[in-house]
């Protein structure tokens, strides 16, 4: 069965402190997405991943396959980053996705 | 672009009766998906369509229908609505190993 876990499930961080999100994978998944759900609802792709390691502003995604392993990092957090992230895995060969439970990140100014 | 538009916002309903969410994406995206997502869950997969003309269940489909007669156009089809279906519907449309792109949620009471 393909399955994502991520944890933790929920985190909460001073302004400023650097943030680590874990997700782990079954055996079938081809690529690795982590995906942002604001406050208001609204979700939005941050990465897709199937190898190494993806930056973009604060935010970087990284993927060990060998581990079946993903990291989701933030750095110099902000309020503004509190949201829901999730890890979603790509079915290998079927494009479609299985989610993980999401984190939801407070971050405190 | 408008990405990947979803109508209506909000919508209440009683039970028994139907309703369609609509789902529009001007990407040019093959692929397009249904979701619901309750309370604290996660997303699960309700249908999904890898082009015009062809559409397969996801994990949830009970209840629920879809039809995809063009590329842009992916509605989702509630023909008797019953409490569990409450929850919130995404819409989300990719190209093949790429980023998915969501709409922003349809809310949908059934009492």
């Known amino acids: 069965k393909n399955e994502v876990e991520q944890s933790p499930q929920n985190l909460t961080a001073q302004e400023g402190e650097f943030i680590t999100i874990n997700c782990s994978y079954s055996?079938?998944?081809?690529?690795l997405h982590w995906l942002q759900q604001h406050p208001g609802g609204g979700i939005v792709s941050l990465f897709m991943?199937?190898?190494g390691k993806k930056k973009h502003g604060r935010l970087i995604a990284t993927i060990n396959i060998q581990e079946k392993h993903s990291s989701l990092h933030i750095t110099a957090s902000h309020p503004r980053d509190s949201a829901v992230y999730i890890c979603?895995?790509?079915?290998?060969?079927?494009?479609?996705?299985?989610f993980g439970q999401g984190t939801r990140l407070t971050i405190n100014p | 672009n408008a990405g990947v538009t979803q109508t209506p916002k909000f919508r209440i309903l009683k039970i028994g009766q139907s309703m369609t969410l609509q789902c529009t994406q001007d990407?040019?995206?093959?692929?397009m998906y249904w979701y619901r997502q309750d309370p604290g869950m996660g997303l699960k997969l309700i249908y999904y369509?890898?082009?015009?003309?062809?559409?397969d269940k996801g994990e949830v489909p009970n209840g629920y229908n879809v039809s995809r007669s063009t590329t842009e156009d992916f509605p989702l089809r509630l023909e008797l609505a019953a409490p569990s279906q409450t929850s919130v519907y995404f819409c989300?449309?990719?190209?093949?190993?790429?980023?998915?792109?969501f709409g922003p949620g349809t809310r949908l009471t059934v009492l």
């Open positions: 369509s890898v082009g015009a003309g062809i559409t």
């Open positions: 989300a449309s990719s190209y093949s190993s790429t980023l998915y792109f």
């Open positions: 979603a895995g790509e079915i290998q060969g079927a494009q479609k996705l299985v």
């Open positions: 990407m040019n995206h093959n692929y």
């Open positions: 991943l199937s190898s």
């Open positions: 055996v079938g998944i081809s690529a």
